[in-house]
Every structure is written in structure tokens, then in C-alpha cells.
């Protein structure tokens, strides 16, 4: 099993959304509203200082995919295909593994429980 997150623009959400959706065998995803800044440049050699509100944080969504080793490949190009802009801070996705999981209502306990 593994996980999938996915860092990417709030106005791609859609166009992710319905490109998983295609995917046989995915039996779900979570997304949360987020906010967040990537890298930061400094001018010349001067350190970088972040001060909170001067930070200009940006929106995205977090999207976690729980699905079987096989797919996981088809998930992140279904995540790729629909947060492409071909712009800086598209997004980024991890995947980690998942050594095990639960479904609480019925008991279900590993593979089955995705």
C-alpha cells in the first residue's frame, strides 16, 4: 500500500479530481484547503528573513490518495496530467508506503481496508 500527497494549485482541484476519477480501482482521495510558500531568493548574497506577515502565502490543496502498489503509478501521472500549468509552483507529490491500515466499520485490516 501507499500513500500519495499531493501539493497543488487550488484552481487545478477539478481537472485532478476527474482525471483520478477515471482510474479503475481507486477508492478514494481527501483533499484539504491549505496555504503555504515555496522557495524564496534572495537578492545577491543577503540571507533570507521570513517574518510571518510578510510571507505571501499562497493557497493550494493537499490531496491524499490511499491506493495498491500497482496503481500508484497511474495516480501520479492522473495528478500530474490534471495540475500541469507548465508554470512555476505547479505543486509537488510524495509517495511513502503504508504499512497498514484499518477500515473501523467492518475490521478489514490491510489491502482489504483500502
Not at 506577515?53 to 499562497?58: D, G, P
Request: glycine share 10%.
Amino acid at each position: 500500500m501507499k500513500k500519495v500527497e499531493a501539493y497543488i494549485k487550488s484552481h487545478r482541484l477539478n481537472e485532478v479530481v476527474e482525471a483520478l476519477h477515471e482510474l479503475g480501482g481507486l477508492t478514494g482521495l481527501t483533499t484539504h484547503e491549505i496555504r503555504g510558500f515555496g522557495r524564496i531568493h534572495a537578492e545577491g548574497d543577503e540571507p533570507v528573513r521570513i517574518v510571518d506577515n510578510t510571507v505571501n502565502w499562497q493557497p493550494h490543496v493537499k490531496l491524499e490518495v490511499f491506493c495498491h502498489d500497482g496503481l500508484v503509478d497511474a495516480v501520479v501521472e492522473g495528478i500530474l496530467d490534471g495540475a500541469h500549468t507548465g508554470l512555476r509552483a505547479d505543486g509537488k507529490i510524495y509517495v511513502s508506503p503504508v504499512d497498514d491500515a484499518v477500515r473501523i466499520s467492518t475490521r478489514e485490516r490491510g489491502e482489504d481496508a483500502v
